[in-house]
């Protein structure tokens, strides 16, 4: 039974430590009952206790930036908890993708991640505040201007990039090549959370596609 070995608080609270399933980032801290627990457990998404509006709530009900279960865990003394989790969008209200983002020693706005490719991670973390920007529009934001203007307009500027990235490549300009080739993943990005298409998934095709001839797997889909 769910909370039979779990030491709840006077409040009938435990504390919940929440980690990127990916790169290992904490990217949030917060309290959940028994109720909270059974939710999260049976419908994969994270739910939490509201100390301050004495409410269950899930993760992202509002925002659209949910937390997708991956594994839920207890410590050695039964009274704490970690759920990792595929965070869509950010975790943080203040539109940071963890809620450690700050460093008290240096000061420095970001919170540590773990393992072994930081292209990847960089692009990831491109997406979900692309994604954020989208499901939360901000005033003045380009990437507000571009949803607003809908999928033409966002297939527009990848085009335009793709041009910009043949052009710097013609020219040799390995600088300008850079700096083309990251406008055209930025748009690209962009065209993904339209559709909400996640880096993950797109690590997902390469894999289904690694060592193979484009004959088998295109006879596999």
């Known amino acids: ?34 109720e909270a627990l059974e939710k999260t457990i049976q419908t994969g998404k994270a739910h939490f206790w509201s100390r301050s509006r ?15 279960v991956v594994g839920v865990y207890i410590d050695c003394d039964n009274d704490c908890i970690l759920v990792t989790v595929d965070q869509r969008g ?7 993708r963890s809620c ?23 692009l990831s973390d491109v997406y979900n505040v692309i994604l954020d920007r989208k499901r939360n529009p901000r005033e003045g934001s380009y990437v507000r201007k571009l949803f607003e203007g809908g999928i033409d307009r ?3 500027k990848v085009g335009e990039e793709a041009g ?6 013609k020219n040799e300009d390995l600088g300008e090549i850079k700096y083309e080739l990251t406008d055209l ?3 690209s990005l962009v065209a993904m959370a339209y559709f909400d298409i996640t880096p993950e998934e797109i690590s997902k095709e390469f894999q289904k596609r690694f060592g193979k001839r484009k004959e088998e797997y295109s006879a596999a889909e």
């Open 1 to 34: 039974m769910i909370g039979e070995d779990i030491k709840f608080d006077e409040m009938g609270l435990v504390p919940v430590i929440v980690q990127d399933a990916q790169n290992g980032q904490v990217l949030m801290f917060a309290y959940a009952n028994l």
């Open 54 to 68: 004495q409410k269950l709530w899930q993760k992202g009900e509002e925002s659209g930036n949910v937390q997708d």
């Open 90 to 96: 950010v975790a943080c209200h203040t539109g940071n």
């Open 100 to 122: 450690f983002y700050r460093d008290l020693k240096t000061l420095k706005h970001e919170a540590p991640t773990f393992g072994t490719s930081k292209g990847i991670k960089t």
């Open 154 to 156: 966002i297939l527009k």
């Open 164 to 169: 910009e990235v043949i052009i710097a490549s």
């Open 185 to 187: 993943f930025f748009h």
